[in-house]
């Protein structure tokens, strides 16, 4: 009984040792003063501290350190520093790590036969075999790298049985160069491509990987025998690509119409009328030549050849031949360049003055027969003219009655004008020239002022009609009435002669 009295004293009144706890709690300071140093540090590690967050208290003022110890702030701050450190080496750690398809920086720094090491920047070096090195045929890496070579190279694992990262040139290399070729296909650049092989509808050129040329893109697209073709270099465009099955489709005729634009409009733009230009004879044809003037083709005219009259322009020029020529015309608009060849060569008339004279024999031979006449050409390439009325003192009716092509002969020089481009030869025994006969020469003036212009360019040499042969009184210094009068001498003489032949005699 008396102990259950006693418990229940004990438990329904507070004991002289409940009441400090009761005033522990509600004031810590009060507490905390009583406490020994060794129980307040057990206390503080074994009682759990409130989240202010999760109590709904709100936290106004930051509560002081027991004496002696780190404050909560200062503690804060030391947890963050250790984090951050722990992170930044995290990073640092990822920083070096290398990862399949990477493409890194390699040095070489040994080179083995089968093998090359190699400095990634990491603590293991890595190692590229022989055959990740090139898809050239090699048997000793020591023929395509040396030490202290630095290139760039895949990681095709990062490790291997030796620790070390394999790492292959081959590959970093054809992705830079596939990434090349979609560079230029999306700038429109061309190539300049080695022909390697001869495949049903075209051609297979090695630009880094093998492309694609079609026949109808080939040249001007209607070539037939492509096997010419086969290690020549050809200039040509993508047109075409397919990244994913590694295709490349190329023209040549599209580079070639792009390079001749280029060319073309630089040419009309740089070049104007008289310029001295070198080109190359790409194609002879009956009525000239067209030369290459570096992408884009000029004319130039059989007339404008030579200072003589040539029948075909393989007596001057033959294909391949380098030569300079004149511009003459330019055409923008129509795109054509016209050419002179004799324009760049030295004249002959320049020098006939001190070779030739008036009067003068000389032996020749008949180059060309026309219906008036014969041309002879001299030596010094220029062309004398026999007309018909001077082959003979007998009266013909064709100058192949006289003389024929290729006859040696020994005419005299009757008319010399070397400023007018004028030679004229007599084989008469008492030539016209001294009765005042002037002949009509290749490049003079007809009636009308209109100068003759048949094939074979004026001057140069044509089938030129000679001026009538009737004969023309001189008239320096003479009055009109005296000049009638010999007109009509001579008109008396000529019908005399007329009515001789007529009766016989």
Not at 239 to 260: F, G, M, P
Not at 317 to 343: A, C, F, H, Y
Not at 468 to 492: H, Q, V
């Amino acid at each position: 009984m008396t102990d259950d009295l006693t418990t229940t004293a004990t438990t329904d009144e507070p004991t002289p040792e409940s009441a400090p706890v009761s005033e522990a709690v509600a004031t810590p300071d009060a507490a905390a003063a009583e406490l020994t140093p060794t129980d307040a540090a057990v206390m503080a590690e074994a009682s759990p501290v409130a989240d202010p967050v999760q109590t709904g208290a709100v936290e106004t003022t930051t509560p002081e350190a027991p004496a002696g110890g780190p404050s909560d702030a200062e503690l804060f701050e030391a947890a963050l520093a250790e984090f951050s450190g722990e992170e930044a080496a995290a990073e640092a750690a990822g920083a070096g790590r290398l990862n399949k398809g990477d493409r890194v920086e390699a040095k070489v720094i040994l080179v083995e036969k089968e093998r090359v090491f190699v400095d990634l920047g990491t603590k293991a070096e890595g190692i590229i075999p022989l055959n990740e090195l090139t898809d050239s045929n090699i048997s000793d890496a020591n023929e395509l790298v040396k030490t202290g070579d630095v290139f760039e190279v895949i990681v095709l694992r990062t490790n291997s049985t030796e620790g070390s990262p394999i790492v292959s040139k081959k590959r970093a290399d054809f992705d830079a160069m596939w990434q090349g070729i979609l560079d230029a296909f999306e700038e429109g650049r061309t190539y300049e491509a080695t022909v390697v092989d001869r495949v049903k509808g075209g051609v297979v050129v090695d630009i880094g990987v093998r492309g694609f040329v079609p026949a109808t893109h080939v040249g001007n697209g209607r070539l037939r025998n492509l096997e010419k073709f086969v290690g020549q270099t050809l200039v040509v465009k993508i047109i075409e690509v397919d990244k994913e099955r590694k295709k490349v489709v190329l023209s040549n005729k599209v580079a070639e119409d792009q390079s001749k634009a280029e060319v073309r409009d630089k040419m009309f733009t740089d070049v104007k009328a008289g310029d001295v230009l070198e080109g190359t004879v790409r194609r002879l044809t009956d009525y000239g030549a067209f030369v290459d003037l570096g992408g884009i083709d000029g004319l130039l005219h059989i007339s404008e050849m030579s200072w003589v009259r040539i029948d075909h322009p393989r007596e001057v020029l033959k294909v391949g031949d380098t030569i300079n020529v004149k511009v003459l015309k330019l055409d923008p608009s129509g795109g054509r360049i016209s050419l002179g060849l004799r324009q760049v060569l030295p004249d002959p008339w320049n020098s006939v003055r001190d070779i030739y004279k008036v009067g003068q024999k000389i032996k020749c031979s008949v180059t060309r027969m026309v219906q008036s006449g014969a041309f002879i050409r001299l030596p010094e390439g220029i062309e004398a003219f026999l007309p018909m009325s001077e082959m003979s003192d007998n009266r013909i009716k064709k100058a192949e009655e006289a003389i024929n092509v290729g006859d040696e002969i020994e005419p005299m020089v009757i008319d010399l004008r070397p400023e007018d481009r004028r030679m004229v030869l007599s084989l008469r025994e008492k030539p016209s020239y001294g009765s005042g006969v002037d002949y009509r020469m290749p490049g003079d003036r007809g009636q009308g002022g209109r100068r003759d212009n048949r094939r074979g360019g004026g001057h140069r040499g044509g089938d030129f009609e000679p001026a009538p042969t009737t004969p023309r009184a001189p008239t320096g210094g003479a009055t009109i009435g005296e000049r009638l009068g010999m007109l009509k001498g001579m008109l008396r003489s000529s019908e005399g002669e007329d009515t001789k032949e007529g009766k016989g005699e």
